[in-house]
């Protein structure tokens, strides 16, 4: 999706979206109206644009290529530093439009998340930003001090639920939340084995498959859902896009609003990709044998 495109679908979502959102804030008497120089569609485009550019640090995408490129696309554009400022202000609208961009589900989802440091662990205790909202969590990398990204896709790689929250949480906690609107099969790794879990879930019509840890005894399982098993990698590869092509993972964050809307314009980036990891092209050939048999 070009500059164009991504523009205009984020301006026609503005254009209803904001009037029901300003209907429902709490007013006072010295509220100002004044309209900024900058609308919010294009601070949310320019934000989004960002994980599309290949830029690695924002500030010098905003000030060598924003500024210097995009004048004609952005006619009112304000200096850095106040740009800065103008984000947060964006980060209700921008989870809305998260949103609208989630897939449909197609009967088979992988589950998994993924950690969001947001400092060095040496510098934990030194970390004042992000006091109160970031913990302590581990994953089978080692410690980090941050937050979690837990992602629900669906075999085609089009996000279905997303959910940020604290690096100390259980991953399997958000998962009766983030499948309320699937159906199907549901394949996670080892941290979603739970007996609770699987029941809860197969009362909304979700099975759930997890890889057994080394002490359990092996379960009979059928061979379409074991090959699915084995494609739960799909998941993972998204999230490295994510982390890499998209940018929804680093230290510099001086605001934690900030970081929040860096990582919900992430998710929106990776939404937008002309083409996503996917099953259905890259493993029709084996599903194809497999129904033969």
Known sequence: MNLLELFCTVDDFCYWFLPEM??????????????GRMSTSEIMTILIHFHQSGYRNFKWYYTKHVLKNLRNEFPNLVSYSRFVRLTPRCLIPLIAFLKTTYGECTGISFIDSTSIAVCH????ERNKVFDGFAKRGKTSMGWFYGFKVHVLVNDQGQLLATQLTPGNMDDRKPVPKMTETIWGKLFGDKGYLSKKLFYQLLENDVQLFTRLRKNMQNQLMQMEDKILLRKR???ETIIDQMKNISQIEHSRHRSPFNCFVNVVC???AYSFQPTKPSLVKQYASEFALLKQN
């Not at 209907?23 to 509220?31: A, E, F, S, V």
């Not at 662990?121 to 934990?124: G, M, P, Q, S």
């Open 22 to 35: 300003n209907k429902k804030l709490i007013t006072t008497k010295n509220q100002r109206n004044r309209c």
């Open 233 to 235: 990698a799909i998941v």
């Open 266 to 268: 992430g998710l929106i």
């Open 121 to 124: 662990n040496k510098r934990i």
